[in-house]
């Protein structure tokens, strides 16, 4: 048939040339961009996947980021601290030098004490001035705030880590279960009571040493007791009367509380030991129990039941404390929690620690600490927190001196508790406990941050860095374009479409031969 109305050779052949053209300016708009998805309409499946992995390289990316600045800020942080220490180091040496009276003067004296003022001033102004941008390091406003805390229970409190995933403030019970205990022996007075019956020479052992006394017969325990606390600084160890009666008898005591403390009594010298009443006559209290207490001292009950039992030693007992219901690592007057949502370091009062009630000590902790965003997600999983105290002299080396806390500023002269006034006693052992302990909490700190940059910084880092690099080779897979199979379908479709072109030529002269049929 020959109709010219509709020419259905050229019809097909614009249909087939425009899909051609269409296929062609793909291959042109992948080639130009160098993605294989420039639109949804490209593949919408894709695109989706595509589009989640983009947002998850951007998270990754930024994480990385997150962690390179946090090392950086650990690093300006763990340089400051470095000067304090230097500064402490140099502050024990002049403590150490003047504490040799024998051979320096008190002019001498008096100019290290100096150096120690200007040491303390610096250490105090570095706390002020450390920081990263505009962010202060040690001045402790990157430390936890507490609320509550009551000072007859815990006299300091350290938070290094604590989460407010799903709450506002932190609540913190903590509940004495085992009270701390010295090491404690009871001597009971022989025939004649509140006298030592025979001469003896006695070995008194305790943490910091050794020494050793002698009692003539019939001397009073008032004198005993004397004679052991006059050694106290040597050996650790003090006495005190029992009731404050020397007829109930006496009590050799460790200073310090926990496991690490002991008092030992032995005789050396003395009567025959068959005769020797003195050992005869000490005891040390059974099965951990707290000591006894109580007036009057009944020794009859205590040795009937089992509470005391003759011995030469005994050792002293941690606090064991339950935090939140964890139990708590107990050292000493001391204790320590350690777990994902809580990181701290307490110091409790004697009364608190050694009284095991059901009545825990509360307090909350309201906010504070460095958060840092590490992950590609905004989750508790992916951030981690940390807590930087203030460095300044007034905050560090805190030492329980009776029940006052004491800090590094007080070894500045003009105060009641300055080194000032030891050089005058010749008594240096607050001053350099204070320091050795100032000295412990810088050392801690510093090894606190190096263990976050190097076990959760620098591995999380290694581990973005990796997750990246897959991520990246997932997107490339599914988004960008492979120009050998781009640029051979580009090929393809531009002969296509030239020929596609030659076709709808001819289909449009085809529909001319009918002119043929009129000419006859």
Do not use: C
Not at 154 to 164: E, G, H, L
Not at 255 to 267: N, T
Not at 280 to 309: D, E, H, Q, R
């Amino acid at each position: 048939m020959a109709r010219i109305n509709t020419n259905i050779p050229s019809v097909l052949a614009q249909r087939n040339l425009r899909s051609i053209q269409s296929e062609l300016q793909t291959r042109f708009e992948r080639l130009s961009t160098g993605l294989r998805i420039n639109r949804g309409s490209d593949d919408p499946a894709g695109m989706i996947i595509s589009e989640r992995l983009r947002s998850n390289i951007a998270g990754v990316n930024q994480g990385i980021t997150n962690s390179d600045r946090a090392a950086n800020v650990i690093s300006t942080t763990e340089a400051s601290l470095s000067e304090v220490s230097d500064l402490l180091n140099s502050i024990k040496s002049l403590i150490v030098e003047s504490a040799n009276t024998g051979a320096n003067s008190d002019s001498e004296r008096n100019a290290n004490q100096l150096q120690i003022d200007s040491a303390i001033q610096s250490i105090t102004r570095i706390s002020d001035t450390a920081s990263f941008g505009s962010l202060k390091l040690l001045n402790g406003s990157l430390d936890y705030t507490l609320s509550g805390v009551n000072p007859s229970d815990i006299v300091q409190a350290k938070v290094w880590n604590a989460s407010f995933v799903a709450q506002s403030l932190y609540n913190v019970k903590v509940n004495v279960v085992a009270s701390a205990q010295t090491g404690s022996l009871f001597f009971h007075p022989p025939t004649i009571a509140g006298t030592i019956l025979s001469t003896s020479t006695l070995q008194i052992a305790g943490p910091r040493g050794v020494q050793t006394i002698t009692v003539t017969s019939n001397s009073s325990l008032t004198s005993v007791v004397a004679a052991v606390n006059n050694l106290t600084s040597l050996t650790g160890v003090k006495a005190g009367l029992i009731n404050n009666d020397p007829t109930s008898g006496m009590v050799f005591s460790s200073v310090d509380y926990g496991s690490d403390a002991f008092v030992s009594v032995k005789r050396l010298q003395g009567p025959d030991p068959s005769a020797d009443s003195f050992t005869a006559n000490l005891y040390k209290v059974s099965n951990n129990a707290p000591p006894p207490a109580g007036t009057p001292f009944n020794w009859a009950t205590l040795i009937s039941n089992g509470t005391i039992a003759l011995g030469q030693r005994d050792d002293g007992q941690d606090v064991q404390a339950l935090v939140n219901g964890a139990l708590a690592t107990g050292n000493g007057l001391k204790i320590k929690v350690n777990s994902p949502n809580l990181s701290m370091d307490m110091q409790l009062s004697s009364t608190f620690a050694t009284t095991v009630s059901n009545t825990p000590s509360n307090f909350d902790i309201t906010g504070g600490g460095s958060l840092f965003q590490l992950g590609p997600d905004v989750s508790a999983q992916q951030q981690a927190s940390f807590a930087t105290q203030s460095m300044a002299a007034s905050n560090l080396g805190g030492v329980l001196v009776g029940s006052t806390m004491q800090f590094l500023s007080s070894l500045m002269s003009g105060g009641s508790n300055s080194i000032n006034s030891m050089l005058n006693k010749k008594d240096f052992t607050t001053g350099s406990d204070i320091l050795e302990r100032a000295i412990d909490e810088v050392s801690e700190l510093r090894g606190r941050l190096g263990a976050f940059q190097k076990n959760v910084l620098e591995p999380n880092t290694r581990s973005l860095n990796a997750a990246l690099e897959n991520l990246t080779a997932s997107s490339s897979a599914i988004r960008d374009a492979d120009f050998a199979a781009e640029t051979s379908a580009l090929t393809r479709a531009q002969i296509l479409s030239q020929s596609g072109t030659t076709v709808l030529q001819l289909a449009n002269a085809s529909s001319q031969s009918v002119l043929q049929l009129l000419q006859g």
